[in-house]
Nanobody, 117 residues
Framework: VQTVESGGGLVQPGGSLRVSCAAS????????MSWYRQAPGKERERVAD????????EYADSVKGRFTISRDNAKNMVYLQMNNLKPEDTAVYYC???????????WGLGTQVTVSS
């Protein structure tokens, strides 16, 4: 199992960024996917979920209306489009398969998103 996050960077408040996750080593289309983030000194939090087909999504209240999760099962990719970014969105962002037996402790390297003027 491997997840490789990319697309992070430095963006000004109010700006947009799309982060991507390439997944491998499991049947991607059979698993829901989630995006998490971890800010310095804080616990990791889940920000968005998507079901296997992409037809059902859920968001943390802190990002609802600003972030959009999507997936491409043909490419084994999951995305997080982030709009109207705020300084409090600064964190390392990770993707994770939901309910992958035996891999609950696995995390990729993540991608750093910094929102600052």
């Amino acid at each position: 199992v491997q997840t490789v996050e990319s697309g992070g960077g430095l963006v000004q408040p109010g700006g947009s960024l799309r982060v991507s996750c390439a997944a491998s080593g499991f049947t991607f289309s059979s698993y829901g996917m989630s995006w998490y983030r971890q800010a310095p000194g804080k616990e990791r939090e889940r920000v968005a979920d998507i079901n296997t087909s992409g037809g059902v999504t859920e968001y943390a209240d802190s990002v609802k209306g600003r972030f959009t999760i999507s997936r491409d099962n043909a490419k084994n990719m999951v995305y997080l489009q982030m709009n109207n970014l705020k300084p409090e969105d600064t964190a390392v962002y990770y993707c994770k398969a939901v309910g992958l037996v035996g891999w609950s402790d696995y995390w990729g390297l993540g991608t750093q998103v910094t929102v600052s003027s």
